[in-house]
């Protein structure tokens, strides 16, 4: 069994930051991409950024150049830092791994998620 727990979200003012963290446990073997995804009231899931196990970062354009993702491989977890937010950052936020678990092909997982407020 797997499982990806976030943390760090809340209520910031916007211009603020916020940094998210998310853990993976139980038996992986390999991970592979993380990322992270969000998802406004009445809105798409979409993606915010994503890193590799090697290779370069992906982020969408509206995060380019106040987010940045990172990953910490020896002990499994995915960071999100999250800079002069604004109002339109507000939503729940995602992780999201493609993990090979002992004995299984890997699959794609998801945290439970984490709500980011940005007032204005």
């Known amino acids: 069994q797997v499982q990806l727990v976030e943390s760090g979200g809340g209520l910031v003012q916007a211009g603020g930051s916020l940094r998210l963290s998310c853990a993976a446990s139980?038996?992986?073997?390999?991970?592979?991409?993380m990322g992270w995804y969000r998802q406004a009231p009445g809105k798409q899931r979409d993606l915010v950024a994503t890193?590799?196990?090697?290779?370069?970062?992906v982020y969408a354009d509206s995060v380019k150049g106040r987010f940045t993702i990172s990953r910490d491989n020896a002990k499994n977890m995915v960071y999100l830092q999250m800079d002069s937010l604004k109002p339109e950052d507000t939503a729940v936020y995602y992780c999201?791994?493609?993990?090979?678990?002992?004995?299984?092909?890997?699959?794609?997982?998801w945290g439970q998620g984490t709500q980011v407020t940005v007032s204005s």
């Open positions: 890193i590799p196990s090697t290779g370069r970062t």
């Open positions: 139980g038996s992986v073997f390999r991970i592979n991409a």
């Open positions: 999201n791994a493609d993990i090979r678990a002992w004995g299984r092909s890997p699959q794609d997982y």
